[in-house]
Protein backbone atom coordinates (compact mmCIF):
# COMPACT_ATOMS: atom_id res chain seq x y z
CA UNK A 1 0.00 0.00 0.00
CA UNK A 2 2.67 2.30 0.55
CA UNK A 3 4.34 1.89 -2.11
CA UNK A 4 1.70 2.19 -4.43
CA UNK A 5 0.78 6.02 -2.54
CA UNK A 6 4.84 6.72 -3.20
CA UNK A 7 4.51 6.05 -6.92
CA UNK A 8 1.39 8.24 -6.89
CA UNK A 9 2.94 10.90 -5.01
CA UNK A 10 6.33 10.82 -7.29
CA UNK A 11 3.80 10.68 -10.39
CA UNK A 12 2.24 13.78 -9.25
CA UNK A 13 5.08 15.91 -8.59
CA UNK A 14 6.79 14.47 -11.88
CA UNK A 15 3.46 16.12 -13.67
CA UNK A 16 3.00 18.98 -12.33
CA UNK A 17 6.92 19.56 -12.70
CA UNK A 18 5.98 19.10 -16.18
CA UNK A 19 3.63 20.98 -16.52
CA UNK A 20 5.34 24.21 -14.94
CA UNK A 21 7.87 23.75 -17.04
CA UNK A 22 5.67 23.68 -20.12
CA UNK A 23 3.73 26.56 -19.23
CA UNK A 24 7.11 28.28 -18.16
CA UNK A 25 9.00 27.95 -21.33
CA UNK A 26 6.32 27.23 -24.15
CA UNK A 27 9.19 26.58 -26.53
CA UNK A 28 9.67 23.27 -25.21
CA UNK A 29 6.07 22.11 -25.80
CA UNK A 30 6.21 23.70 -29.86
CA UNK A 31 9.29 21.34 -29.89
CA UNK A 32 7.24 18.26 -28.86
CA UNK A 33 4.57 19.17 -31.08
CA UNK A 34 7.20 19.57 -34.15
CA UNK A 35 9.23 16.21 -33.34
CA UNK A 36 5.16 14.33 -32.76
CA UNK A 37 4.79 16.27 -36.20
CA UNK A 38 7.61 14.82 -37.88
CA UNK A 39 7.38 11.09 -36.27
CA UNK A 40 3.76 11.07 -37.97
CA UNK A 41 3.67 12.32 -41.54
CA UNK A 42 7.55 9.98 -41.68
CA UNK A 43 4.97 7.00 -40.70
CA UNK A 44 2.80 8.16 -43.27
CA UNK A 45 5.11 8.62 -45.66
CA UNK A 46 6.94 4.71 -44.91
CA UNK A 47 3.46 3.33 -44.82
CA UNK A 48 2.55 4.79 -48.33
CA UNK A 49 5.02 3.69 -49.99
CA UNK A 50 5.23 0.17 -48.56
CA UNK A 51 1.60 -0.20 -49.65
CA UNK A 52 1.86 1.84 -52.67
CA UNK A 53 3.30 -1.10 -55.08
CA UNK A 54 0.14 -3.48 -53.93
CA UNK A 55 -1.99 -0.78 -54.85
CA UNK A 56 -0.40 0.18 -58.36
CA UNK A 57 -0.51 -4.02 -58.93
CA UNK A 58 -4.45 -3.84 -58.03
CA UNK A 59 -5.55 -0.63 -60.28
CA UNK A 60 -3.51 -2.00 -63.43
Not at 17 to 27: E, G, N, P
Amino acid sequence: LQRRLAKRLARRLAASFIARLLHRYRWIAYIGLLIILYVALDMVYRGAMEIWPHVNNAVS
